[in-house]
């Protein structure tokens, strides 16, 4: 079988030591399938590149998986564990590097600290961008301290992934429903939320050429976009725009397929922003690249919008 090219950039591995960060999650899968998690987050070659052979991925841009140091208290461990991560990741792309690329794992504790570990990654270690995983502890990135983080970002030119985590504290409606307080919804209203708060503290308006790319096809906001519109109108607030909170969504926001595999969702995406603003990715290891593989190709596209999607944004997006 000929698959169709493919990129895919929410593709995740666990740096050593990192594993304690992810006990929040982890802990809730059966042991069995973190052993088998386990061996494909910490491979780099046969397993992982046989997989991207199948699928037909040729290029995927490496992770740290959640929530990484986001979740690290103090300051300066985060600092050394970020650039400890992002070395030992070039280390590995330099072994593949037809193969695979970089994201950086970056301190957000500190806007300065974390744009100058983004400019060195970019610069030193060739990555294509970073991945945040959300919120830092509570803090969350429309805070006016980090101007000076995306004023950088944005002469940079590289996109940011902003990646689900859990909401720092959990809401009441979640209570005694953990089978919904994250990945299956919790994580998706949190990035959404962040995301939204991104834009309506108008960071898209002060550096209007940041990309923010969001993963599982686009955590619903692709399908509000007429809502924030009429909503916005008649409750702005105080808040002013200088475009229509839509028009945000899909230039400046940007998607990926990754764990949504539905025909439908896909066709809606691209009907409300356009197919130039979304992207093929899979979320490996916590998803199939089979079963993205065969959703992408099987999809009611034209083969044009297809490429773009497969691998045509992505190239453009990361300069390839």
Not at 236 to 253: A, C, D, F
Request: hydrophobic share 40%; charged share 25%; net charge negative.
């Amino acid at each position: 079988m000929t698959r169709i090219r493919k990129i895919a950039f929410e593709e995740h591995f666990m740096g050593a030591g990192f594993q304690s960060y992810s006990s929040s999650f982890l802990k809730h899968i059966d042991p069995v399938q973190i052993a088998e998690l386990g061996s494909r987050l910490s491979d780099f070659d046969d397993m992982r590149l046989a997989e991207m052979d199948a699928a037909g991925i040729d290029l995927a841009i490496l992770s740290q998986s959640g929530p990484g140091v986001q979740a690290e208290p103090d300051a300066d461990v985060a600092l050394r564990r970020a650039r400890e991560n992002n070395d030992f990741l070039a280390s590995q792309v330099q072994r593949h590097p037809t193969r695979y690329a970089g994201f950086a794992t970056l301190p957000m504790h500190d806007p300065k600290t974390a744009a100058d570990e983004l400019e060195r990654c970019v610069n030193d270690l060739g990555f294509k961008g970073s991945l945040v995983n959300g919120h830092t502890n509570g803090v969350y990135l429309d805070e006016p301290k980090y101007d000076a983080f995306w004023e950088r970002m944005q002469a940079l030119d590289v996109p940011m992934y902003l990646h689900p985590t859990d909401a720092f504290i959990m809401p009441h409606a979640y209570n005694d429903h953990p089978e919904i307080s994250r990945a299956a919804w919790g994580w998706g209203v949190e990035t959404g939320t962040h995301t939204l708060r991104l834009l309506f503290a108008g960071v898209f308006d002060r550096f209007p050429d940041l990309k923010i790319v969001i993963g599982h096809m686009g955590e619903g906001l692709p399908y509000q976009r007429w809502r924030f519109d009429s909503r916005f109108a008649a409750y702005p607030h105080g808040i002013t725009l200088q475009r229509k909170p839509s028009e945000y969504i899909g230039s400046n926001i940007v998607i990926t397929t990754s764990g949504v595999c539905s025909p439908g969702a896909l066709m809606g995406a691209i009907e409300e922003m356009g197919a130039e603003a979304v992207m093929f990715s899979v979320d490996y290891p916590y998803e199939s690249s089979a079963d993205a593989a065969d959703f992408i190709e099987a999809a009611p596209l034209d083969e044009a919008t297809r490429h773009l999607i497969c691998h045509g944004n992505a190239e453009r997006l990361f300069k390839l």
